[in-house]
């Protein structure tokens, strides 16, 4: 009887154990940004010819997306748009590449090379050329600028 608590207690170890490392390995993946979601709010200001373009509410918010959760992407606007602000809303694992520009431009249904000729990057007052690859981050300062 005592080999057979001793064997079991042994089985419950290694087994707890893998969960462990199996989990401590899945955090260290450098693709994950978040195990458990974000929610994030960079500033987007886009410029055409000198002239600031306000970004609409409701990107990503209905049609295409209805059948998503809340019926939104989980990048999106709502009526503070027009303060540039941009909803980074994700459940879950949040992984390198969910939070692009680029993704936004996609929600947008616009293309981020077709607004202009030229287009100059800021991102917290610093030249960027990443454009749609940029990750974005909480609090971030985007400025596109077309001529």
């Known amino acids: 009887m005592k080999n057979i608590?001793?064997?079991?207690?042994?089985?419950?170890?290694l087994l707890g154990g893998s969960i462990w490392w199996s989990k401590t390995m899945q955090s260290q993946d450098p693709e994950i940004i978040s195990q458990s979601g974000l929610h994030w709010h960079p500033i987007?200001?886009?410029?055409?010819?000198?002239?600031?373009?306000?970004i609409p509410a409701n990107v990503g918010i209905g049609g295409q997306y209805s059948s998503l959760p809340m019926g939104m992407s989980p990048i999106h606007t709502h009526d503070d748009a027009v303060d540039g602000i941009i909803?980074?809303?994700?459940?879950g694992i949040v992984r390198n590449g969910d939070t692009t520009l680029g993704k936004f431009f996609d929600s947008w249904g616009k293309d981020i090379n077709s607004l202009g000729a030229n287009v100059v990057m800021t991102v917290n007052g610093v030249a960027n050329t990443e454009l749609g690859s940029y990750q974005m981050n909480d609090g971030d300062k985007i400025e596109l600028r077309y001529e």
């Open 5 to 13: 608590l001793i064997g079991a207690g042994v089985i419950a170890v």
């Open 44 to 54: 987007l200001k886009v410029y055409i010819g000198g002239e600031e373009q306000k």
């Open 87 to 91: 909803h980074l809303e994700f459940g």
